[in-house]
């Protein structure tokens, strides 16, 4: 039976390891003790392992940690230990030690705690604050029964592949990874294609709208310059019919002279 902690304490962390009737596991912790912190940055943490797989039943903690997280942990598939949160637990106030705090639970009947290997627990809001960097963990006790399910059948191992065989999958996704460009090539030419149809169509009715214009405006300035002509034609028509009618005046020449002259 191990038990290790992320804090440091100038006593050994022991736990004693007790079976009971019914093959029931009683894990308790071998004396009182005071946990220093570290770091800042290290939470504190106690983790037991189990000398084998086992059931977990019921835990009880008395310690200064207002909180308490607790994992079970467990071999996964990759044969790696793993732990998987199992819940955060409110302590409640001890009755002997305002400071003290007491964390109960019982484990569901899951595959999950039915194979556990190790149980991890992180204590939360030291109690008083003034000694938030210690933690008093008076008990510690887990109960379990031995014998765990029977560990899940490994995941078999994907059939070896021989050269021909990954000579003849290569030309395969060759293959298709050539069609798969050939599609996305056509979409695209035929995307640029209308899109130059619809230039083209653009173009066309862009010069056909300024021939017209420069045709409008051609016969415009065409007809503003025959009525000139026109009118100007009609005034010599008009300063000739003048001239032809007009009587000449006799001019005296001695209507110039004055009386004085005379």
């Known amino acids: ?9 100038a006593d050994a962390l022991a736990c004693d390891l007790e079976t009971l009737e019914n093959g029931v596991l009683a894990i308790k912790l071998g004396a009182s003790i005071s946990l220093e912190r570290l770091d800042e940055e290290s939470p504190c943490s106690i983790t037991l392992e189990f000398p084998a797989a086992c059931t977990l039943k019921t835990l009880e903690l008395t310690s200064s940690a207002r909180h308490a997280e607790v994992y079970v942990g467990i071999i ?6 793993e732990f998987k949160y199992f819940e955060t637990i409110r302590g409640v106030r001890d009755g002997g030690d305002k400071d003290l705090y007491q964390v109960a639970a019982s484990f569901p009947a899951d595959d999950t705690y039915e194979r556990a290997v190790a149980i991890m627990f992180k204590f939360l809001s030291l109690q008083p604050p003034a000694k938030k960097n210690e933690l008093r963990l008076r008990e510690c006790h887990v109960r379990a029964t031995s014998g765990a399910s029977a560990p899940l059948p490994s995941a078999p191992s994907a059939p070896s592949l021989n050269g021909a065989s990954m000579a ?7 293959a298709m990874q050539a069609q798969i460009e050939a599609k ?11 899109l130059a149809a619809r230039l083209q169509s653009s173009e066309a009715l862009v010069q056909r709208l300024a021939a017209q214009v420069h045709e409008n405006q051609s016969s415009h300035d065409a007809a503003a310059l025959a009525s000139v002509l ?23 020449p001695t209507a110039g002279e004055t009386s004085i002259d005379r």
């Open 184 to 194: 996305i090539y056509s979409a695209i030419d035929a995307k640029l294609s209308q």
């Open 1 to 9: 039976m191990q038990a290790t902690s992320t804090w440091t304490s």
């Open 230 to 252: 026109d009118r100007l034609s009609h005034l010599e028509t008009d300063l000739a019919a003048l001239k032809t009618h007009h009587v000449p005046i006799q001019v005296d």
């Open 76 to 81: 996964n598939a990759k044969k790696e230990r």
């Open 168 to 174: 003849m999958l290569f030309q395969v996704q060759s």
